[in-house]
């Protein structure tokens, strides 16, 4: 029987070394993906068209679809979200109703991205006629990231103490203005946070999109931004290959020559972009925090 | 008896099942303040938030009973309960200064009501300030954020935010309760100086803040208003045996 002091000491070793454990495996991760990744980088990479046989690709326009997608399928998801969130922590009675949108939440946020993905073949792409699209890759997406957001928004909206709404409501503002004018500045920050990291994992998603946006990046004409142009970037109705999905179609089918080297720094991209999401969404959060009360 | 602002008749209030309040009977003349005291549980908290509807909020609660404000029955399903609050305003035990700073403190409840006159914002906020005597305090730090005032400095910028949508009424929920004593003690300044102009209710579980400021004190026990009387003669002489033994510290 060992004493509660040296108890104490081998649960805190033990819990220490399970830590340790898993920052190594992400160092690791990362040291493998970047030191793989970095060498591949160069200007032309980022921003030259793929090539399908030979080598000297880059994935310019793969990294253009990733960010139009993800701008487009936050627009589609943010406003329902927050909407949701709004409904559910603020206005909604704790009845069967409210349970069972919370429990629909869960499942819809516990799907496998894959089967959101083939869900949107059939339903976007195939029944509503839109096609290996960029617009039905943003609803799939919308759907993927949907119940995340509306469960972070939800949360943000949960760190807001109760005094706060208690005193917006006693000095006369409805229950509406109360959110709007008291509560939502209060938490934008955190909201903002919540949006930044959701954007990390919409970015990097590949499965949800394989079916919908398409396995295709069209050449683009980054002087044309009529949106009903074929070539044009803005072009909501044309395939749209994302970075992620890139990688994926890579490493699976890839008969470039230097289809590894293009894939390790495709990796990196992409690692690099989402690090970025996660320390911009600290660092905004942080400083919006600050100016939002302090004014 | 002179004007009466604000009556309440046979108010039950239930929790579910449970009977928190049991048939009470009040009224209050305008200005002055009377206090609610008793023993925790006793129900004044929950009276007090009917009085502007607070207990709204809380699932699960039945009212009967009528409260008049000025007349007009506060539970009447015409009621309009923003207009009610904006008239009968309310603090609360922990100071709920919102993340902006003093001034967007003060003027929120104005501001949403639209008024955008800067000079009329600006008048309004030194009056309220100087109201909720912290004016001196803060008017050289106007801009920054009211969370970086002391516990004592917020609650007197949230009574100061109550104030400047000017309301009838000021409901009080112990409100020095969470304060240090210096800080207790300016806000009972605060309130003395405001009972000339409004009509103040205010729970409190610090039997000598009553004696210190109230005008009538009402002894709440088990949901059930046992007295209601000057304060002095609920101090010094109170009718009931229940309201003594609970004054003298003899509580049974």
């Given at each position: 029987?060992?004493?509660?002091?040296?108890?104490?000491?081998?649960?805190?070793?033990?819990l220490?070394g399970?830590?340790?454990?898993v920052?190594?495996?992400?160092?690791?991760?990362l040291?493998?993906?970047?030191?793989?990744?970095?060498?591949?980088?160069?200007?032309?990479?980022l921003?030259?068209?793929?090539?399908?046989?030979?080598?000297?690709?880059?994935?310019?326009?793969?990294?253009?679809?990733?960010?139009?997608?993800?701008?487009?399928?936050?627009?589609?998801?943010?406003?329902?979200?927050?909407?949701?969130?709004?409904?559910?922590?603020?206005y909604?009675?704790?009845?069967?109703v409210?349970?069972?949108?919370?429990?629909?939440?869960?499942?819809?946020?516990?799907?496998?991205?894959?089967?959101v993905?083939?869900f949107?073949f059939?339903?976007?792409?195939?029944?509503?006629?839109?096609?290996?699209?960029?617009?039905?890759?943003?609803?799939?997406?919308?759907f993927?990231?949907?119940?995340?957001?509306?469960?972070?928004?939800?949360?943000?909206?949960?760190?807001?103490?109760?005094?706060?709404?208690?005193?917006?409501?006693?000095?006369?503002?409805?229950?509406?203005?109360?959110?709007?004018?008291?509560?939502?500045?209060?938490?934008?920050?955190?909201?903002?946070?919540?949006?930044?990291?959701?954007?990390?994992?919409?970015?990097?998603?590949?499965?949800?999109?394989?079916?919908?946006?398409?396995?295709?990046?069209?050449?683009?004409?980054f002087?044309?931004?009529?949106?009903?142009?074929?070539?044009?970037?803005?072009?909501?109705?044309?395939p749209?290959?994302?970075?992620?999905?890139?990688?994926?179609?890579?490493?699976?089918?890839?008969?470039?020559p230097?289809?590894?080297?293009?894939?390790?720094?495709?990796?990196?991209?992409?690692?690099?972009?989402?690090?970025?999401?996660?320390?911009?969404?600290?660092?905004?959060?942080?400083?919006?925090y600050?100016?939002?009360?302090?004014? | 008896?002179?004007k009466?602002?604000?009556?309440?008749?046979?108010?039950h209030?239930?929790?579910?099942?449970?009977?928190?309040?049991?048939?009470?009977?009040?009224?209050?003349?305008?200005?002055?303040?009377?206090?609610?005291?008793?023993?925790?549980g006793?129900?004044?908290s929950?009276?007090?938030?009917t009085?502007?509807?607070?207990?709204?909020?809380?699932?699960?609660?039945?009212?009967?009973?009528?409260?008049?404000?000025?007349?007009?029955?506060?539970?009447?399903?015409?009621?309009?309960?923003?207009?009610?609050?904006?008239?009968?305003?309310?603090?609360f035990?922990?100071?709920?200064?919102?993340?902006?700073?003093?001034?967007?403190?003060?003027i929120?409840?104005?501001?949403?009501?639209?008024?955008?006159?800067?000079?009329?914002?600006?008048?309004?906020?030194e009056?309220?300030?100087?109201?909720a005597?912290?004016?001196?305090?803060?008017?050289?730090?106007?801009?920054e954020?009211?969370?970086?005032?002391?516990?004592?400095?917020?609650?007197?910028?949230?009574?100061?935010?109550?104030?400047?949508?000017?309301?009838?009424?000021?409901?009080?929920?112990?409100?020095?309760?969470?304060?240090?004593?210096?800080s207790?003690?300016?806000?009972?300044?605060?309130?003395?100086?405001?009972?000339?102009?409004?009509?103040?209710?205010?729970?409190?579980?610090?039997?000598?803040?009553?004696?210190?400021?109230?005008?009538?004190?009402?002894?709440?026990?088990?949901?059930?208003?046992?007295?209601?009387?000057?304060?002095?003669?609920?101090?010094?002489?109170?009718?009931?045996?229940?309201?003594?033994?609970?004054?003298?510290?003899?509580?049974?």
């Amino acid at each position: 029987m060992m004493n509660p002091k040296t108890q104490n000491k081998v649960a805190i070793g033990t819990l220490y070394g399970i830590a340790g454990l898993v920052v190594l495996i992400l160092m690791a991760l990362l040291g493998y993906i970047l030191v793989s990744g970095l060498p591949q980088l160069s200007w032309h990479f980022l921003t030259a068209p793929a090539k399908a046989f030979l080598k000297g690709g880059g994935v310019g326009i793969q990294l253009y679809n990733s960010f139009y997608l993800l701008i487009l399928a936050m627009l589609i998801s943010f406003p329902i979200a927050l909407g949701a969130a709004i409904y559910l922590y603020e206005y909604a009675k704790d009845n069967w109703v409210t349970t069972t949108i919370r429990t629909a939440i869960e499942i819809l946020s516990s799907l496998p991205s894959v089967v959101v993905g083939l869900f949107g073949f059939l339903f976007f792409v195939v029944k509503l006629n839109l096609g290996f699209s960029i617009l039905s890759g943003a609803f799939a997406l919308t759907f993927f990231n949907l119940p995340l957001l509306t469960r972070s928004i939800e949360d943000s909206l949960r760190t807001i103490d109760t005094t706060q709404r208690e005193g917006g409501l006693a000095l006369g503002l409805s229950r509406w203005e109360t959110v709007t004018r008291v509560i939502l500045p209060a938490a934008v920050p955190s909201i903002l946070t919540g949006v930044i990291l959701s954007a990390g994992r919409v970015f990097g998603e590949a499965a949800a999109l394989i079916y919908t946006a398409g396995q295709s990046a069209p050449a683009l004409d980054f002087t044309d931004w009529n949106p009903f142009n074929i070539s044009s970037p803005l072009n909501p109705m044309r395939p749209a290959e994302t970075l992620a999905v890139h990688i994926w179609k890579i490493n699976s089918e890839g008969i470039m020559p230097d289809a590894k080297a293009i894939s390790s720094g495709s990796s990196a991209v992409l690692v690099l972009a989402i690090l970025l999401f996660n320390f911009a969404a600290r660092y905004l959060g942080k400083r919006l925090y600050k100016r939002l009360t302090s004014a | 008896m002179s004007k009466e602002i604000l009556t309440t008749q046979d108010l039950h209030l239930y929790y579910g099942e449970k009977e928190a309040l049991k048939g009470i009977n009040l009224n209050f003349e305008a200005k002055g303040i009377t206090a609610l005291i008793g023993p925790s549980g006793c129900g004044k908290s929950t009276y007090l938030r009917t009085l502007n509807r607070m207990n709204d909020l809380i699932p699960n609660v039945t009212i009967t009973g009528t409260i008049k404000f000025k007349g007009q029955n506060l539970y009447a399903p015409s009621a309009d309960t923003v207009q009610i609050r904006k008239e009968i305003g309310m603090v609360f035990q922990q100071p709920n200064p919102f993340p902006f700073s003093i001034y967007d403190n003060v003027i929120y409840g104005l501001r949403i009501a639209g008024e955008k006159n800067k000079e009329k914002l600006d008048a309004v906020v030194e009056k309220s300030l100087r109201q909720a005597a912290v004016w001196d305090e803060v008017k050289d730090h106007l801009h920054e954020s009211a969370l970086a005032l002391s516990g004592g400095q917020q609650q007197r910028v949230c009574i100061a935010r109550v104030l400047a949508v000017s309301p009838e009424i000021i409901l009080l929920d112990e409100p020095t309760s969470a304060l240090d004593p210096v800080s207790s003690s300016q806000i009972e300044t605060t309130l003395l100086n405001l009972r000339h102009d409004y009509t103040i209710i205010t729970v409190t579980h610090n039997l000598q803040q009553a004696s210190r400021i109230a005008d009538r004190t009402a002894f709440f026990m088990n949901g059930e208003l046992v007295e209601v009387d000057q304060t002095k003669n609920i101090f010094m002489n109170p009718a009931e045996k229940q309201t003594e033994d609970y004054i003298s510290g003899r509580f049974g």
